[in-house]
């Protein structure tokens, strides 16, 4: 059996998973209609602690932790009193010291804002005060210093579901997302910004449901891979980015919910008899959240009650090389990198006549190193083994970027 299931124990909304058993977290959330327990749609790591986003009205014992918690040494608490006065709220993210909470709201602890507030140093502020983001938001996230942000919205001025900030202004990365769509997810990896949503082909995208932008085009990442309806998420784990969504793969019957990149290989994993809105992972394990049982209704299967787990080592059901998409902008060449793989000295030459900066990245984007143009040789050394990505952004924002395995 692929997934396996998990013993029954009353939590309300939220646990966690040590010394091979659940624990409850103080009471759980709490709803004013009796024996309803309202959805927890989101944590983060926040600052050490676990930050929570959902439909409840309290948690634990804190009757001010509405719509959102912090689960500090042991107990639940607000952040900031009453920080949502109504409305929905979808997501978090966390940038740097800052934590985004996003949904459809016009307040947070009294400070008026607009489907999006960031809490800083114990205080609330409106993430945006030069455009208005209707509707909501349910991302952000930074990729190439620039900060992104998705949703199901219309800014004043009129664009939709995923924008950047530019200076004080937002825009649309390249043609922006077509048709009548919305991210429900972002992430960085591999020196691409990944987007999984509700957006199609037949609407003039270059694919359906999963996208990634490398800063100057939209691509069609897994050729192999059809999405139908929409991707629900992403999330690292060991350096591989894995992914859900309803999925047709060529060569295999049915459709599949769960694949896993790993920056050369595509792999298809969990059966074509399983379904999931989102997967997570420790060290070791992928987690998926599904229905009482495995299948839900289309399917049935074994009872799980509602999240299943499997070894990420797993035997998986498919692979491809990926080899169409995933690419460097045409005509643009590939930095020269060598030795590639290299052990601790990596040698190249500034690409353009004008100057720049070099930006080394991990196999997940983040930036690790950032060193002037004048340089023609990094040190390696001490890096450990794996991927990495050296970007040259020269001063007009052109880009070159190249891979290399530090052995």
């Given at each position: 059996m692929p997934f396996a299931g998990n013993e029954l124990l009353q939590v309300n909304g939220s646990t966690y998973w040590v010394d091979g058993e659940w624990h409850a977290m103080d009471q759980g959330v709490d709803h004013p209609y009796t024996g309803a327990v309202p959805a927890v749609i989101q944590s983060v790591n926040y600052q050490g602690d676990l930050v929570v986003v959902g439909e409840f009205d309290s948690i634990g014992n804190d009757f001010?932790?509405?719509?959102?918690?912090?689960?500090?040494?042991?107990?639940?608490?607000?952040?900031?009193?009453?920080?949502?006065?109504?409305?929905?709220?979808?997501?978090?993210?966390?940038?740097?010291?800052?934590?985004?909470?996003?949904?459809?709201?016009?307040?947070?602890?009294?400070?008026?804002?607009?489907?999006?507030?960031?809490?800083?140093?114990?205080?609330?502020?409106?993430?945006?005060?030069?455009?208005?983001?209707?509707?909501?938001?349910?991302?952000?996230?930074?990729?190439?210093?620039?900060?992104?942000?998705?949703?199901?919205?219309?800014?004043?001025?009129?664009?939709?579901?995923?924008?950047?900030k530019v200076g004080d202004a937002w825009e649309e990365p390249g043609p922006g997302l077509k048709g009548d769509c919305y991210v429900a997810d972002l992430e960085v990896y591999d020196g691409l910004l990944w987007v999984a949503g509700y957006f199609f082909s037949s609407a003039g995208n270059p694919a359906t449901g999963i996208m990634a932008w490398d800063g100057q085009q939209w691509l069609d990442p897994f050729p192999q891979m059809e999405l139908y309806g929409w991707g629900r998420s992403f999330t690292i784990a060991n350096g591989d980015l894995y992914m859900c969504g309803f999925m047709t793969v060529d060569g295999l019957p049915g459709t599949y919910q769960i694949a896993r990149y790993d920056g050369e290989q595509l792999c298809i994993l969990g059966g074509n008899q399983i379904v999931t809105p989102k997967v997570t992972a420790s060290e070791d394990t992928l987690y998926a959240m599904t229905c009482q049982q495995m299948g839900c209704n289309e399917f049935g299967g074994p009872v799980v009650n509602h999240l299943m787990k499997r070894p990420l080592l797993d035997a998986v059901d498919t692979c491809f090389n990926v080899v169409v998409g995933v690419r460097e902008v045409a005509p643009m060449l590939p930095l020269r990198l060598q030795p590639n793989p290299v052990e601790a000295t990596l040698q190249t030459p500034w690409p353009f006549t004008t100057p720049g900066t070099w930006v080394l990245l991990n196999s997940a984007g983040q930036v690790l190193r950032r060193l002037p143009s004048t340089i023609t040789t990094l040190d390696v050394a001490a890096l450990s083994p794996g991927l990495y990505v050296l970007r040259a952004v020269e001063e007009r924002g052109t880009t070159r970027s190249g891979r290399f395995v530090k052995q």
């Open positions: 001010l932790a509405h719509r959102l918690a912090r689960w500090h040494e042991g107990q639940w608490s607000n952040l900031g009193t009453l920080p949502m006065d109504g409305g929905n709220t979808y997501g978090l993210s966390v940038i740097g010291d800052e934590l985004h909470l996003h949904g459809g709201f016009s307040d947070v602890a009294g400070v008026p804002v607009q489907n999006w507030a960031i809490y800083q140093n114990g205080q609330w502020r409106a993430a945006d005060t030069t455009g208005v983001f209707n509707w909501s938001t349910k991302e952000a996230i930074m990729y190439q210093d620039q900060l992104y942000v998705g949703g199901n919205f219309e800014t004043q001025d009129g664009r939709n579901d995923l924008v950047r």
